[in-house]
Nanobody
Framework: VQLQASGGGAVQAGGSLRLSCVAS????????IGWFRQGPGKEFEGVAC????????YYADSVKGRFAISRDNAKNTVYLQLNSLSPEDTAVYYC????????????????????WGQGTQVTVSS
């Protein structure tokens, strides 16, 4: 399964964006899918994940209440709605699947997730 992230852009603080992650492959709906980011001078961070079975969402504390993850298996797409953006959210955002199953265990660090595509840039100005 290959994943492609898109939808990034430049917005002002307080703005919103919706990122899309399109998956290829007939079994793409089975896997847990996570969103991750790498900001300038910051550690790699898992921000959200959605399981492939019960569609249970998980969030990092840093984005809880502001970001929302969802999936449309009919379109092989996982979305990440970014609201109330701040300059701290500036980063390249990546999506990746759980290589081993439908859950989200390890998403905070990205352990067990991949492959990693090019990502999509989100830039938030103050």
């Amino acid at each position: 399964v290959q994943l492609q992230a898109s939808g990034g852009g430049a917005v002002q603080a307080g703005g919103s964006l919706r990122l899309s992650c399109v998956a290829s492959g007939s079994t793409s709906g089975f896997y847990g899918i996570g969103w991750f980011r790498q900001g300038p001078g910051k550690e790699f961070e898992g921000v959200a994940c959605i399981s492939g079975s019960a569609y249970t969402p998980y969030y990092a504390d840093s984005v809880k209440g502001r970001f929302a993850i969802s999936r449309d298996n009919a379109k092989n797409t996982v979305y990440l709605q970014l609201n109330s953006l701040s300059p701290e959210d500036t980063a390249v955002y990546y999506c990746a699947k759980n290589r081993y199953g439908s859950g989200c265990g390890g998403f905070q660090s990205g352990t067990g997730f991949g492959p990693w595509g090019q990502g999509t840039q989100v830039t938030v100005s103050s």
